[in-house]
């Protein structure tokens, strides 16, 4: 009986040296994007070709990637948040789910503005949201500001994306912050007031309304234009650079964060500095024609065409601290 007992833990002790002695299994990112796709892969594979680390993504909208994350809680295996719009970071790390990052690759890279005032998450690219008008009906001249939309001028000409939407939600975010309360509502009432048609689902099918000629003007972010006028060189519509005697265009961003349990956190740090950088910072703007965050990387041809503008300096946090009071200003303005 002592000699099997023997036997029996030998071959233990024996399974337990040979399994210690296997290779650990690759470590690979894993990371959590509403980024499409076509957008993000060919990023994840261009840093996987120069690096080695295998990147694992998961797509979804930025709401159920949250509520995942916060589901998750210590078990989550994400190592990465990414996501637009700096009103659905802000709720990220308002929920505690990204840590901070001090990191002198990415204050040299990303402009303070487009950063967590707190380092939790950093811009990526950045769009504008700005005005869109007919070529055909409309002189430039007769444009200036997303104020000025709500002058009597304007009636039963503009077109407007719905208020549910996160990019609207974060503009008039950024007016209560520039402008205050009151006068924000006022401007939201006055658009309402001026709309040629009820509000669409997204920017193309309010562009596409103006050039059928049921409105003059809209509010669109740019890389909607831009991927239209890809499609139809002659398209006549053109972007209008808002508010440049005043507070400048109306930025937002695609950003990132590391999440707060993040099993590899070191080599997260590593992809989110890289991404920073001019290669990445080219692969992630050119395929959306958006803007890099990284002032010494140049805008795609299309993109620069446009022209350069001032753009709002104020921090894009904003969009999220603020966007609870604009959801309620736009519902009592009648902004649907």
Same mark, same amino acid.
């Not at 979804?60 to 989550?76: F, K, V, Y």
């Not at 487009?114 to 008008?133: I, K, M, Q």
């Not at 803007?291 to 999220?320: H, I, Q, R």
């Given at each position: 009986?002592?000699?099997?007992?023997?036997?029996?833990?030998?071959?233990?002790?024996?399974?337990?040296?040979?399994?210690?002695?296997?290779?650990?299994?690759?470590?690979?990112?894993?990371?959590?994007?509403?980024?499409?796709?076509?957008?993000?892969?060919?990023?994840?594979?261009?840093?996987?070709?120069?690096?080695?680390?295998?990147?694992?993504?998961?797509?979804?909208?930025?709401?159920?990637?949250?509520?995942?994350?916060?589901?998750?809680?210590?078990?989550?295996?994400?190592?990465?948040?990414?996501?637009?719009?700096?009103?659905?970071?802000?709720?990220?790390?308002?929920?505690?789910?990204?840590?901070?990052?001090?990191?002198?690759?990415?204050?040299?890279?990303?402009? #303070?503005?487009?950063?967590?005032?707190?380092?939790?998450?950093?811009?990526?690219?950045?769009?504008?949201? #700005?005005?869109?008008?007919?070529?055909?009906?409309?002189?430039?001249?007769?444009?200036?500001?997303?104020?000025?939309?709500?002058?009597?001028?304007?009636?039963?000409?503009?077109?407007?994306?719905?208020?549910?939407?996160?990019?609207?939600?974060?503009?008039?975010?950024?007016?209560?912050?520039?402008?205050?309360?009151?006068?924000?509502?006022?401007?939201?009432?006055?658009?309402?007031?001026?709309?040629?048609?009820?509000?669409?689902?997204?920017? #193309?099918?309010?562009?596409?309304?103006?050039?059928?000629?049921?409105?003059?003007?809209?509010?669109?972010?740019?890389?909607?234009?831009?991927?239209?006028?890809?499609?139809?060189?002659?398209?006549?519509?053109?972007?209008?650079?808002?508010?440049?005697?005043?507070?400048?265009?109306?930025?937002?961003?695609?950003?990132?964060?590391? #999440?707060?349990?993040?099993?590899?956190?070191?080599?997260?740090?590593?992809?989110?500095?890289?991404?920073?950088?001019?290669?990445?910072?080219?692969?992630?703007?050119?395929?959306?024609?958006?803007?890099?965050?990284?002032?010494?990387?140049?805008?795609?041809?299309?993109?620069?065409?446009?022209?350069?503008?001032?753009?709002?300096?104020?921090?894009?946090?904003?969009?999220?601290?603020?966007?609870?009071?604009?959801?309620?200003?736009?519902?009592?303005?009648?902004?649907?």
């Amino acid at each position: 009986m002592r000699a099997v007992a023997f036997l029996a833990a030998a071959a233990v002790m024996l399974t337990g040296l040979w399994a210690c002695s296997e290779p650990a299994a690759e470590e690979e990112l894993v990371v959590y994007t509403s980024r499409n796709d076509h957008l993000i892969k060919p990023v994840f594979d261009a840093y996987t070709e120069a690096t080695g680390v295998k990147i694992r993504y998961i797509t979804d909208n930025a709401a159920a990637l949250t509520a995942r994350l916060q589901a998750e809680g210590e078990r989550s295996p994400a190592d990465m948040l990414i996501t637009v719009d700096a009103g659905n970071l802000w709720n990220a790390a308002d929920k505690d789910l990204l840590q901070p990052l001090e990191s002198q690759v990415l204050s040299a890279n990303v402009p #303070t503005e487009l950063t967590d005032p707190e380092n939790r998450w950093f811009g990526l690219t950045v769009r504008a949201r #700005t005005l869109v008008y007919s070529t055909d009906r409309v002189d430039p001249a007769a444009l200036s500001s997303y104020e000025a939309l709500a002058e009597p001028e304007w009636k039963g000409r503009l077109c407007l994306r719905t208020s549910k939407k996160v990019y609207n939600q974060s503009l008039v975010a950024t007016m209560i912050k520039r402008l205050g309360e009151e006068k924000t509502e006022e401007i939201v009432r006055g658009w309402v007031a001026n709309l040629a048609t009820d509000v669409f689902s997204n920017d #193309t099918a309010l562009m596409e309304a103006i050039v059928a000629g049921q409105c003059d003007v809209g509010i669109v972010n740019t890389y909607y234009f831009g991927r239209m006028k890809q499609d139809n060189p002659q398209l006549p519509l053109s972007l209008f650079w808002a508010n440049q005697q005043s507070s400048g265009v109306h930025v937002n961003i695609s950003g990132a964060g590391i #999440t707060r349990h993040a099993p590899h956190p070191q080599k997260a740090r590593d992809l989110l500095e890289w991404m920073s950088q001019p290669q990445a910072q080219k692969l992630l703007a050119d395929r959306n024609m958006e803007y890099p965050v990284n002032a010494a990387v140049e805008p795609a041809e299309e993109v620069a065409s446009w022209g350069e503008f001032k753009s709002d300096d104020l921090n894009v946090s904003v969009a999220g601290a603020l966007q609870v009071d604009a959801v309620k200003l736009m519902d009592r303005a009648g902004y649907r």
